[in-house]
């Protein structure tokens, strides 16, 4: 027989063997899944419900960059640097040239999510071989059913969510030591947000490290990682952002990081319990890991060490910032990531336990720890997740009418204008023309998100939600706003019945209409105001005139109003 023809013919046969089933039927269902999350998020934005803080922050950025635009971000107050290190953003830039908007980071998110539930079935292959393609395929697709996973999806794009997949990857290419494919993946991941660098660090103490031959390559990858991150958290961002980070602030009164805040805890040992394990982060956890096979992930502790950090530092949070530990959030995308690798490593260990405590080793022991995983994601989903069968889907988590079926939401077409005011929403955002200046309020901003100047109503007048003191003198000239697009009844309330703030939007609206501003479109509670008159000054109680931003001063005689006083308008200095 001729050299390599024994190789040919075992090719020959390979593919002559009929398909497995488990990654056949795993494939349908990442693809099922992606389709329901396109089509519910894609539901979520043409109907106006998702926001400025954070879909048009990003969308923002990415078109500031691929146009070549000043990378400050208007909606924000801040560079886009200073805000995160996110150079990924320059790789969407094709995207953005051809109109690529917030579907289109729909769907990278969603890919980065498929990227990852197929690295998690790809490493069970790995660490247990061919034989065990089910487990890999219940722990995939647990993944993607697990309540976060959907609420990822429903929160719209964050880049972290987008590099799930290629940090995956990165950690499956280091436990099979693919060093190429782990400098690539990591790489790519690191690009998303300085917090994958802290998950990077942490796959050389977990994974590398513990490998007696592999220690020295282990110390340095962490050091590489760890270093990298203080690069670009504390250099960078520092310097874009012309200070501190905006989210060091998080951490008080316990201290100004993550680091600080672990040096708090060693001294006052008393608070860690009653910090970090309090009902509300108790709840936290619980979700996180209950879908997850309970505490199956902590048995496969090689992999949930690499959320260690970010999960220390989403606990660890001061009282005035609960996002972190809110399961719904882009916060706990690195630590779902980890659960599941924990899921994986733990499954892999099984064997080992199983081995030492009974003997001979039963068949089909990988059914109990699949059994477990598919009890507690389904009970975790109907729980928690926001998703199609779930007690969440129709209590208004979604924008979707009671008489819409889930069959016409995911492949049928839908009317859009059958929601509230969407007709009216968008028949406003038709009036207003491309690249000139809009304040938006929060549910209206992300459809003008593409221009230089967009503003989350009241900036540029009022600096709220804007990035950091030291960017207030940033703080645009209001001449530069063209066109106001509000709902007054949300945006200020029930006259009697409003917040202070909402009193003092109310007053400054009324003055800009009054003076500067005339009313093109008013619909179902919709109002577009366009500029007809350049700034000037105007009375103002000493509320609105306190809060107003650094492109106002007082006139020089304000002596005439008791109640108030004279504001009056300049171009900031930039």
Request: glycine share 10%; charged share 15%; hydrophobic share 50%.
């Amino acid at each position: 027989m001729r050299p390599g023809c024994n190789d040919a013919l075992v090719q020959l046969r390979i593919r002559s063997l009929p398909r497995h089933p488990a990654p056949v039927l795993l494939g349908c269902g990442l693809a099922i899944w992606a389709i329901v999350a396109f089509r519910l998020g894609q539901l979520r934005h043409d109907r106006f419900s998702t926001f400025g803080f954070d879909l048009a922050i990003h969308d923002q950025a990415v078109w500031l960059l691929a146009h070549a635009r000043d990378p400050f971000i208007t909606i924000r107050g801040m560079d886009t640097f200073g805000h995160h290190f996110t150079p990924i953003y320059w790789l969407f830039a094709p995207i953005s040239w051809v109109g690529g908007g917030p579907h289109a980071l729909l769907m990278l998110q969603i890919a980065g999510q498929l990227l990852a539930a197929t690295a998690l079935y790809l490493l069970t292959i790995d660490l247990l071989g061919l034989a065990y393609r089910w487990m890999g395929a219940v722990i995939a697709a647990a993944f993607l059913l697990h309540p976060t996973s959907g609420w990822l999806v429903w929160e719209f794009f964050h880049p972290e969510v987008l590099a799930l997949g290629p940090l995956l990857m990165a950690y499956r290419a280091a436990r099979t030591q693919r060093w190429l494919a782990f400098a690539v993946w990591g790489g790519i991941a690191a690009c998303t947000k300085e917090d994958m660098m802290l998950a990077l660090a942490m796959i050389g103490l977990s994974v590398v490290l513990p490998a007696s031959k592999d220690r020295l390559k282990g110390i340095g990858i962490f050091a590489l990682w760890a270093g990298a991150y203080l690069v670009a958290a504390r250099g960078i961002g520092s310097w874009r952002a012309g200070g501190p980070p905006p989210y060091e602030t998080y951490y008080m009164p316990y201290g100004d990081s993550q680091f600080s805040v672990l040096g708090h805890f060693i001294a006052h040992p008393t608070d860690i319990w009653r910090v970090l394990f309090d009902g509300e982060r108790r709840q936290y956890l619980k979700v996180l890991l209950a879908p997850a096979g309970l505490l199956l992930p902590l048995l496969g502790w090689r992999g949930f060490a690499i959320g260690l950090p970010v999960l220390f530092g989403n606990l660890a949070v001061g009282p005035q910032y609960p996002y972190t530990h809110d399961f719904r959030f882009h916060y706990s995308a690195i630590v779902l990531g980890a659960i599941f690798l924990g899921v994986v490593e733990g499954v892999a260990i099984a064997p080992r336990v199983i081995r030492k405590f009974v003997s001979p080793e039963p068949p089909m022991w990988w059914a109990i720890p699949a059994g477990l995983l598919v009890a507690t994601t389904a009970v975790g989903y109907v729980m928690w997740s926001p998703n199609p069968g779930s007690h969440s889907f129709r209590n208004g988590t979604w924008p979707i009418t009671a008489d819409e079926s889930i069959a016409a939401l995911v492949v049928g077409a839908i009317d859009l204008d059958r929601y509230g005011n969407t007709a009216a929403k968008r028949a406003a955002a038709a009036t207003v023309p491309d690249e000139v200046g809009v304040s938006a309020m929060y549910n209206l901003i992300p459809h003008f998100a593409h221009r230089e100047g967009a503003y989350e109503w009241p900036n540029p007048w009022v600096p709220v939600n804007w990035g950091l003191k030291a960017n207030h003198g940033r703080q645009a000239d209001p001449a530069s706003v063209q066109y106001i697009v509000l709902e007054p009844d949300v945006a200020f309330g029930v006259e009697g019945s409003r917040t202070g703030p909402e009193v003092r939007y109310a007053e400054l609206f009324a003055h800009l209409v009054e003076h500067e501003f005339e009313v093109v479109f008013d619909r179902d509670g919709v109002v577009v105001a366009r500029r007809r008159a350049p700034p000037q000054c105007f009375d103002a109680s000493s509320e609105l005139f306190s809060a107003l931003g650094p492109a106002f001063v007082a006139s020089p005689d304000p002596g005439s109003i008791p109640i108030g006083a004279r504001a009056c308008p300049f171009a900031p200095v930039k």
